[in-house]
Nanobody, 124 residues
């Protein structure tokens, strides 16, 4: 069973930084695009970033472009999301998953489901 575990969330002041990790348990992420998604209270889940499986092309939603950076480690077991200049509107539960990475969007790959996510809260 492919399983990804998110961690690194927390409470941070506006303008602060957090680094989220998405760790594969017992399998390699080398052949998979991995996306980060978030869901704020009362809102639909949105895809915010993705790193492709072939050439590590990246995608960022306009809402996070220039502030967030996605990367994968050399061992291909972890995909990280470095989040800088955080804003209160970034408050959400953040999820990672195997994803279809496109030029203009990221979507949950068919057949994969969500994990528990990690809560990010940015105070004003």
């Amino acid at each position: 069973q492919f399983k990804l575990v998110e961690s690194g969330g927390g409470l941070v002041d506006s303008g602060g930084s957090l680094r989220l990790s998405c760790v594969a348990s017992g399998w390699s992420l080398h052949y998979y695009g991995i996306g980060w998604f978030r869901q704020a209270p009362g809102k639909e889940r949105e895809g915010i970033s993705c790193i492709s499986n072939d050439d590590d092309r990246t995608y960022y939603a306009n809402s996070v472009k220039g502030r967030f950076t996605i990367s994968r480690d050399n061992a291909n077991t972890t995909v990280s999301l470095q989040m800088n200049s955080l804003k209160p509107e970034d408050t959400a539960v953040y999820y990672c998953s195997v994803a279809d990475c496109h030029v203009t969007e990221v979507a949950l790959a068919q057949g994969y489901s969500w994990g528990q996510g990690t809560q990010v809260t940015v105070s004003a």
